[in-house]
């Protein structure tokens, strides 16, 4: 049997300062943009070189919604992102004014940063050890 995570919802104020943040910081890519009603817009995205998990950017409708954007995890890490080149990456993201939770560290299983997106979710960095 194989299964894999195919989507994760990602609860935005606003679908286009997401995709803005998305697109440009972290570089990913819009694998779908469709409005399928007057109401919903089926926005999804993915690192690039990754689309076998990817985002749905749900733009938050109501009092309980909008209060889960940005905290989704309860202030704990949410995704975690993977590279092939950390400093690259990161330095990228600095020029942006991404706000780091942590200092980049050298760990036993490669390089990492804690950051956060555009609405305060924390995302684990990751540079893997090969």
């Known amino acids: 049997m194989h299964q894999h995570i195919s989507r994760v919802t990602l609860m935005v104020k606003d679908h286009d300062e997401a995709l803005a943040f998305y697109t440009e910081v972290l570089k990913f890519k819009v694998l779908e943009d469709v409005q399928r009603s007057p109401e919903k817009r089926w926005v999804i995205i993915a690192p690039p ?31 975690f992102l993977y590279t092939d080149d950390f400093w690259r990456d990161v330095n990228h993201m600095k020029q942006h004014d991404v706000k780091f939770v942590t200092e980049p560290a050298e760990k036993n299983f490669g390089k990492v940063v804690v950051f956060e997106d555009l609405y305060g979710n924390k995302w684990d960095f990751i540079e893997p050890k090969i």
Not at 49 to 67: H, T
Request: charged letters at 25%; a neutral charge.
């Open 49 to 79: 070189g990754d689309i076998q998990c990817a985002l749905l950017l749900s733009k938050a409708k109501n009092e309980k919604e909008i209060d889960s954007v940005g905290n989704q995890t309860g202030g704990r890490v949410f995704m």
